[in-house]
């Protein structure tokens, strides 16, 4: 169910170029929920230095994920908007909490695991990637975190976290809870895995529209012919073009599959029209906001002010019962 009245919060890495997966299951979610609800988005870049090692790229993901968020309609007036490390007090939380985590209970993270598993030499830092995550969400006393399905353990852990402390020091922290929409739960990358930045199959918001075309006529298909009939559950090209057509449009596109005689290069052409058309405009505001930078970094200041204010406000309590403040 969406959220309304509630404190809607989550953060993103500034690790490159947003794709479609970041938009479906985080930013759109975020961005509409910004009208009916008090929302805390912010970009997580202390959890970036757990793989970014270059200075330029890191500032560079900032003032960019910045300007796509403002351009894609997160409007500061409504929304407080911030770069994690503005407010460094969460740093202090995170130790808090990190001396009340179980080791097993990061051990037992998915996402670890699988960079374990893709060959990447741990840091600490990326083992406790959650516990800065679960201080992010308890510093602000989040009801509801919109995130893709890949991140519902880490809010898990950050329920157990924070149930660990309640309970060990008294009432103290919100129990925050997901939301996953489940049409948009794994958006599929042009290889038909999960879309990520770690398998290089993404297709970014922002791509001029040449890219765009390109990216979208790479998106692996089978090879039946074009007179023969295709299971359109099974395609790529569908599975994204359900993101952007009317059900209407839908429904056509199925039939087409359904009857033969239509080609996938035919829905790849659809398909790259909807995106391009959806994203047209965004691409022409962000062009405009990355010329004026000083209003970017005004904006995040000025949020960051804010969030900072409540961030006090928890850690006041949490060192009082911690016994760090007298
Ligand atoms: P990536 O996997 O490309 O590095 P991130 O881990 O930075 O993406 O994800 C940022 C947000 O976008 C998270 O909420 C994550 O769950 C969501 N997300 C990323 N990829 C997808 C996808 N393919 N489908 C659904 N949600 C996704
Ligand atoms: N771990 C999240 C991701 O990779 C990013 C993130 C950091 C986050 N802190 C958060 C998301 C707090 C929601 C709430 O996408």
Same mark, same amino acid.
């Given at each position: ?6 404190? #809607? ?18 930013? !759109? ?52 908007? @911030? ?9 202090? %939380?995170? @130790?808090?909490?990190?001396? %009340? ?11 670890? =695991? ?23 969400? &308890?510093? *602000? ?8 399905? +890949? ?23 919100? &129990? ?14 042009? +290889? ?17 529209? !040449? ?18 009939? =295709? ?8 599975? %994204? ?36 058309? *959806? ?10 906001? %990355? ?26 309590? #949490? ?8």
């Amino acid at each position: 169910m969406k959220p309304k009245g509630k404190r #809607v919060l989550s953060g993103i890495q500034p690790t490159g170029n947003l794709h479609l997966g970041n938009y479906f299951a985080m930013m !759109k979610p975020m961005i509409e929920f910004q009208e009916e609800n008090d929302l805390f988005c912010f970009i997580v870049n202390y959890h970036a230095l757990t793989t970014v090692r270059d200075r330029n790229k890191l500032k560079k993901g900032v003032i960019e994920a910045a300007a796509d968020f403002l351009s894609l309609g997160l409007n500061p007036e409504k929304a407080i908007f @911030w770069v994690q490390s503005d407010v460094p007090e969460v740093l202090e %939380l995170t @130790w808090v909490l990190s001396c %009340l985590t179980p080791m097993g209970l990061l051990e037992r993270c998915h996402s670890y =695991k699988d960079k374990i598993n893709k060959g990447i030499t741990p840091n600490h830092g990326l083992f406790s990637y959650p516990v800065l995550m679960a201080a992010d969400i &308890l510093l *602000y006393q989040a009801d509801v975190v919109p995130v893709g399905k +890949d991140q519902k353990q880490h809010i898990e852990v950050t329920r157990d976290i924070a149930e660990k402390f309640n309970f060990t020091y008294g009432e103290t922290f919100t &129990l925050p809870e997901e939301f996953i929409d489940p049409d948009v739960a794994i958006v599929p990358g042009i +290889d038909g895995q999960k879309m990520s930045k770690s398998y290089n199959n993404t297709i970014e918001i922002f791509l001029d529209e !040449k890219t765009l075309r390109k990216k979208i006529m790479r998106i692996i298909t089978d090879s039946t012919p074009v007179e023969e009939p =295709k299971d359109p559950e099974k395609c790529n090209v569908f599975k %994204l073009y359900k993101l952007f057509a009317t059900e209407d449009e839908i429904k056509e596109m199925e039939k087409n599959y359904r009857n033969g005689g239509f080609g996938y290069a035919q829905a790849k052409e659809l398909l790259f029209e909807k995106v391009n058309n *959806y994203f047209k405009p965004y691409r022409e505001k962000r062009e405009e906001l %990355l010329k004026d930078r000083d209003r970017i970094y005004k904006i995040l200041s000025e949020g960051a002010e804010k969030a900072r204010y409540i961030a006090n406000k928890t850690l006041r309590k #949490v060192r009082k019962k911690v016994g760090i403040l007298y």
